[in-house]
Every structure is written in structure tokens, then in C-alpha cells.
């Protein structure tokens, strides 16, 4: 059974910088596609990034260029590093692999 746990999110400043993180167990981070996920309220969800396998990654435009996605092997964990956040990025974020999906962290930016 794959098992999701997102943490790391909170209440930061436009400008600043948080980084999620996703301990999964049940299945190899390594060797899966995985993704984040974010909901804002009154939004559907929709992607941010995602990482496959040899370690390619991709970013929805919003993001890309300040936050980056990564794992570790070792701890089975994957990450988002979000730097340069602004107001919009305000949701609550998920990990995913396919149909399975963590409980998700809120990530608030305000001032």
C-alpha cells in the first residue's frame, strides 16, 4: 500500500522561501514518476512538477524557474523547494503517484 506524507508548509512572507517534503513508502521514489500537486481555494487542483525517471523534470510556467523538485534515494522522500514565493502560490500542496496522494500542507504567502 503506497503511502503519501506531505509536510513542510506554513505562512511565509511574498519573497520568501519554503521547502515541502514527501516521505512515501510503498514504492521506490527512485524508480517512479512522481509529482506535486496544488489546490487553491475555490480552484480544482492542478500539477506543478513532476520528476521521472533519469531524473527529468518539468514545471507549470507559473513556477518554473523558482521552484525545483528533487528526491532522495535514501530516504524515499521527494521534495519542492519553492523560492521567490508570491501570493499566488498560496494553496494546499500535494505529492502524488498516480492514483495515490498525500494529505497535503498548506502554503500560505502573505505579508
Known amino acids: 500500500q503506497v503511502q503519501l506524507v506531505e509536510s513542510g508548509g506554513g505562512l511565509v512572507q511574498p519573497g520568501g522561501s519554503l521547502k515541502l517534503s514527501c516521505a512515501v513508502s510503498g514504492l521506490s521514489v527512485s524508480n517512479n514518476t512522481m509529482w506535486w500537486y496544488r489546490q487553491a481555494p475555490g480552484k480544482p487542483r492542478d500539477w506543478v512538477a513532476l520528476i521521472m525517471t533519469a531524473d527529468v523534470t518539468n514545471y507549470v510556467e507559473s513556477v518554473r524557474g523558482r521552484f525545483t523538485i528533487s528526491r532522495d534515494s535514501a530516504k524515499n522522500t521527494l521534495y519542492l523547494q519553492m523560492n521567490s514565493l508570491k501570493p499566488e502560490d498560496t494553496a494546499v500542496y500535494y505529492c502524488?503517484?498516480?492514483?495515490?496522494w498525500g494529505q497535503g500542507t498548506q502554503v500560505t504567502v502573505s505579508s
Open positions: 502524488n503517484h498516480q492514483h495515490s
